[in-house]
């Protein structure tokens, strides 16, 4: 598949590099990052952002910080890897890719318990390799998967941005878009501006735009409008976690493109990597939702759009209910409608 979107996460030679998508669409940078705490900003300030890139972001992340951990014993060690795992744990609660990949370093780090400890950080670093490099693969059999669901000359929604730089590449609902321009099809997307930060306006819309995808942007509002027209046959989004019962937090914004979708009768599709389902979470009621700073939504053009001094609810994520959701494509393959049967399943 061909994929031009810049690798947003990276690592060598102890530095975690990272694509600055609060910068994009006017600036391309990344961001050469040497410390643990930097890496924990770059998460919490959205510099890297979308879930499995999270998830990567932090397993290099870790390593940053166990560069001066003490490589005396494994006794000696592993209280201090501990610390910078849980710490890295608080940067952002609704991707559960983040704690995915914190305790995939975890487990493998107790699993070399016996080796020395310079071994252990040398296992810790070809762990943080792998979640990137299987990331790639998952995402492309995503977009795989999801294209059987979709057919050429189709006009697609979407929401947030869940493309190459949210992943390791590729993206997951943005992956089979890639796949249908390869193939030549003529699709439409519709991009949601998608309110407050505007990662479907700067992020999607630049993304599609590199890989010569049409690409029309709306704001959020106009999606009602845009289906009515009759101009979307299918809904597409990523998501940062899925519970039990197939409940799925998303961008907010994402319910009331579900809605819209029921409404009109339009399939709408939740793209997810198996890092991004948590059989922990039995409902989407358990998934803890970030609330961000007021300032986001008083502040967010570069000038004030809003009285001082006004109460402001700014959730960055919010729940679709699994009976609005068509299917549920995984690496694995399509999943429609028996989550709670079918998502335990695909962890046997
Ligand atoms: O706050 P963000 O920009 O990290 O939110 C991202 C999303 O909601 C994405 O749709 C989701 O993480 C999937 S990315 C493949």
């Given at each position: 598949m061909t994929n031009s979107v810049l690798q947003s996460v990276s690592y060598a030679n102890g530095v975690l590099k990272i694509l600055?998508?609060?910068?994009i669409p006017n600036v391309t940078e990344f961001l050469e990052i040497t410390k643990i705490e930097d890496a924990w900003d770059a998460i919490k300030q959205l510099k890297v952002r979308g879930a499995p890139a999270i998830g990567i972001a932090a397993a290099y992340g870790l390593l940053l910080g166990i560069?001066?951990?003490?490589?005396?014993s494994f006794e000696e060690f592993y209280p201090f890897f501990k610390y910078q795992v849980d710490y890295l744990a608080t940067s952002r609660p609704t991707a559960v890719n983040l704690f995915w990949a914190l305790k995939r370093m975890d487990d493998r780090a107790k699993k070399e318990k016996e080796v020395q400890v310079s071994k252990i950080k040398e296992a810790l670093e070809n762990e943080a390799h792998l979640i990137r490099s299987e990331d790639e693969e998952v995402c492309r059999t995503i977009g795989e998967h999801a294209l059987k669901l979709l057919k050429d000359g189709m006009g697609i929604l979407t929401h947030c941005n869940a493309g190459g730089i949210a992943t390791a590449r590729y993206g997951t609902a943005l992956a089979p878009l890639y796949l249908a321009k390869e193939q030549g099809w003529d699709i439409k997307v519709f991009a949601d501006e998608t309110r407050p930060l505007l990662q479907g306006a700067r992020l999607t819309a630049w993304e599609l735009m590199q890989a010569g995808i049409d690409v029309t942007l709306i704001t959020d509002n106009m999606a009602a409008m845009v289906m009515q027209k009759g101009w979307v046959q299918a809904v597409i989004v990523g998501c940062d976690r899925v519970a039990a019962n197939g409940d799925v937090a998303n961008k907010i914004g994402t319910y009331g493109v579900a809605l819209l979708a029921k409404a009109h009768n339009i399939p709408f599709y939740v793209a997810a990597p198996m890092s991004t389902i948590d059989l922990e979470t039995k409902t989407g009621t358990d998934i803890p939702i970030e609330e961000r700073d007021a300032a986001e939504i008083t502040d967010g053009f570069g000038k004030r759009t809003a009285p001082e001094g006004v109460k402001v609810f700014n959730p960055a994520f919010d729940v679709t209910p699994h009976e609005y959701i068509t299917a549920i494509i995984t690496e694995k393959g399509i999943l429609s409608g028996k989550y709670q049967e079918e998502l335990p399943k695909l962890f046997q």
């Open positions: 600055d998508q609060t910068k560069k001066e951990a003490p490589e005396t």
